[in-house]
């Protein structure tokens, strides 16, 4: 019988995840970002951004939804942006390059932007804003999707869940790291419901009359909400217009379904800002004046409830990196079938059961 959960050193995983991308048939080059991008989501904690997602990448890249090998080609729009196009290949490879070309422009002219289009879903934000972080730098990062939220006020599905992240440096060499959907759900959190059969929240979806939607597995025949009602709507359409609209990217219901539409390149657009705050003041300046401001609001709750934005996450990273990433049982089950069916034999496998 399978355990609940199962402890793998990440690099282990790396592997795991590695040589099943490669035996799917994705390339060399993109398989080994978007091995790294859901190995970290797992470290963090992200387990529906994480490994589970692999059987439906290597069904859109066995129907051509993915193209696997891409070839990415930039377009120098000013001194320091530029779009790029991701000729249909894997969004985090394509936001991988875009993030590092952001990070690039700041190096060298203090500001970095850069629109992406002909991409795919990319995962989570956070994982790109880190990496601005890194170098010392504050991230921006937002992308489009398949429509399946309302407008306020609205009932037919005509925005996606749309999120945004936000990352800032912190001194320890973590990063604060805000990441959102601009819908009163997450795709990711619909499904997982749904998975459970664990009914949605009241106020979260409505059928095309409006009627509240409770049974997550009905929600095809409805629409999500906006977070906050206008407010959540407002920022979606900031999403939309910045990565979808500005680069050229399909729009609302220009972006294909990366479930339904398997075989169709989901045109997602991404779009990111990357600050170098050495031109705006000495970094040690900006930790002294950001630690003033996190003391402030950590110190807003005297029993310690006040976190900051990828506190918890933060946390997950340092435990699952020392003593193994925490798997559900959902993920290593998707993982062990994957293994088998894809003879992988490398001492791959059996490590999903001892670890």
């Given at each position: ?149 309302t407008a306020h006020n609205g009932l037919a599905p005509i925005l996606g869940t749309n999120p945004f992240a936000f990352g800032a440096p912190l001194r320890n060499g973590e990063s604060l790291m805000f990441d959102m959907a ?95 705050i050495f031109r705006f003041m000495e970094l040690e300046l900006f930790y002294d004046r950001l630690e003033y401001l996190t003391g402030l609001v950590k110190a807003s709750s005297q029993d310690g409830k006040v976190l900051l ?47």
């Amino acid at each position: 019988m399978m355990k609940d959960t199962t402890r793998i050193d990440h690099r282990k995983l790396h592997e795991v995840c590695l040589a099943i991308l490669m035996k799917g048939g994705v390339d060399k080059t993109q398989a080994g970002e978007v091995a790294n991008n859901l190995v970290w989501s797992e470290l963090v904690g992200r387990e529906n951004f994480g490994l589970l997602r692999l059987p439906v990448f290597l069904k859109r890249v066995k129907h051509g939804g993915i193209k696997c090998p891409c070839v990415p080609r930039f377009v120098e729009c000013s001194p320091g942006s530029a779009i790029l196009d991701a000729d249909a290949g894997f969004g985090q490879y394509a936001a991988n390059l875009a993030i590092e070309r952001a990070i690039s422009f700041a190096q060298s002219t203090g500001v970095g932007i850069v629109g992406v289009r002909n991409s795919n879903f990319f995962g989570t934000g956070a994982y790109f804003v880190h990496k601005a972080a890194e170098k010392g730098m504050i991230g921006l990062v937002m992308s489009n999707s398949f429509p399946k939220v309302t407008a306020h006020n609205g009932l037919a599905p005509i925005l996606g869940t749309n999120p945004f992240a936000f990352g800032a440096p912190l001194r320890n060499g973590e990063s604060l790291m805000f990441d959102m959907a601009t819908s009163a759900l997450a795709g990711s959190t619909v499904r997982e419901h749904a998975a459970r059969k664990k009914p949605l929240p009241e106020g979260m979806a409505v059928d095309a009359n409006g009627k509240p939607i409770t049974d997550p597995a009905s929600i095809g025949k409805g629409a999500l909400l906006p977070a906050a009602g206008a407010k959540g709507y407002g920022l979606s359409l900031m999403v939309e217009i910045l990565a979808g609209v500005l680069t050229g990217a399909g729009v609302s219901k220009g972006v294909a379904s990366m479930y339904k539409d398997v075989a169709q390149p989901g045109d997602n657009g991404h779009f990111m800002i990357v600050l170098d705050i050495f031109r705006f003041m000495e970094l040690e300046l900006f930790y002294d004046r950001l630690e003033y401001l996190t003391g402030l609001v950590k110190a807003s709750s005297q029993d310690g409830k006040v976190l900051l934005p990828g506190e918890i996450r933060w946390q997950n990273y340092k435990n699952n990196l020392s003593a193994g990433i925490k798997l559900g049982k959902d993920t290593l089950g998707v993982v062990s079938k994957l293994c088998a069916q894809m003879g992988i034999t490398q001492n791959l496998a059996p490590a999903l059961q001892d670890a």
